[in-house]
Nanobody, 122 residues
């Protein structure tokens, strides 16, 4: 199983990027997908989730209105459009399979991928 993320880079505050993640080795259509981000020394944060079936989405409050998650099941790919970036968005972004708990928390489930680094700096 592989989840190959790409699209990160150095961007100025207010800028945008499109992160992509290709899933290999499992039936992509069967899984809800998510993006998490991680900063050394800080807890992992689930930022976005998309359902496998009806395309329902969830966003963490910290990114709501600025990030958009989407998926293309024909290409086994999940995307994260990140807009209006702030320095505090700097992190390694990982795609993964994920689930929303009854309390509305985004948690990692079966598969976790290598990340792509987003650095927001002037």
């Amino acid at each position: 199983v592989q989840l190959q993320a790409s699209g990160g880079g150095l961007v100025q505050p207010g800028g945008s990027l499109r992160l992509s993640c290709v899933a290999l080795g499992f039936i992509f259509d069967y899984y809800d997908m998510a993006w998490f981000r991680q900063v050394p020394g800080k807890e992992r944060e689930g930022v976005a989730w998309i359902a496998k079936s009806d395309g329902s989405t969830y966003y963490a409050d910290s990114v709501k209105g600025r990030f958009t998650i989407s998926r293309d099941n024909a290409k086994n790919t999940v995307y994260l459009h990140v807009n209006s970036l702030k320095p505090e968005d700097t992190a390694v972004y990982h795609c993964a399979t994920g689930a929303l708990t009854p309390r509305g928390e985004l948690v990692l489930t079966d598969y976790w991928g290598q990340g792509t680094l987003v650095t927001v700096s002037s």
